[in-house]
């Protein structure tokens, strides 16, 4: 049985995992300021990881979710899936089950994000089953292209391992050509949206023409 002071001193751990990552942020941040650092992404993304490494080693909720008989796994998608995690930007994850999302998820959800949430990060989250996610992936390429950008944090490794053998087996595989349609008429929409960055005052790096989004694509 939990004590009120052992729920205490465990919220606190995790409250200052949180601030170890908030310090050495603002210190990365700093120091790029001062001069080029040509890694700060991957050196960001480090910082981020630990972070959950930490959370997960330290979890409180984690055994009582069995990992064993329901294995899970926490993966980063976008830009920190592809270790390229701006300051500014969100953090993206997936909270990934073998069976079924269990009932403790959320307990396990406000542990691992809140503190996040405190420092002033904005974390976006799904939890999903392996089936889920290849149910959805097929049907909304949206998603599918969010996992494509998968990166195993920490948790069940060969879970990861399997999400991205299924992806390819049973959605890319199959449906190649409509995924590539898909974008490119996706990619057209959003040009026309915001433009030709090479003829704007103010071009979005990030949506327009040769923006981000293309270079990812």
Not at 51 to 63: A, D, L
Not at 82 to 99: K, M, P
Not at 174 to 182: D, L, N
Request: aromatic share 12%.
């Amino acid at each position: 049985m939990i004590t009120g002071v052992e729920e205490n001193l465990h919220n606190i751990k995790l409250e200052n995992a949180a601030e170890t990552l908030r310090r050495e942020r603002e210190m990365l941040y700093a120091e790029s300021l001062k001069e080029y650092t040509p890694v700060f992404l991957e050196k960001h993304s480090r910082l981020m990881d630990n972070y959950f490494f930490e959370s997960f080693e330290k979890s409180k909720i984690g055994p009582v979710m069995a990992i064993g008989k329901n294995p899970f796994a926490i993966i980063a998608l976008g830009g920190y899936g592809r270790e390229e995690q701006c300051y500014f930007s969100d953090v993206d994850l997936l909270f990934l089950f073998e069976d079924r999302v269990p009932e403790h998820t959320e307990k396990l959800i406000k542990e691992v994000v809140y503190p996040l949430w405190d420092i002033g990060l904005e974390v976006g989250y799904a939890t999903r089953s392996l089936k889920e996610c290849i149910n959805l992936g097929g049907s909304d390429y949206q998603v599918l292209t969010s996992m494509l950008d998968a990166r195993f944090i920490c948790g069940m490794s060969f879970l990861y391992s399997r999400l991205m053998e299924q992806i390819h087996k049973k959605i890319l595989n199959k449906g190649a050509e409509r995924i590539i349609k898909w974008l490119v008429e996706t990619n057209s929409l959003r040009h026309q949206r915001f433009g030709d960055s090479a003829y704007m005052l103010e071009p979005n790096i990030k949506e327009g023409r040769g923006g981000l989004r293309d270079y990812h694509t």
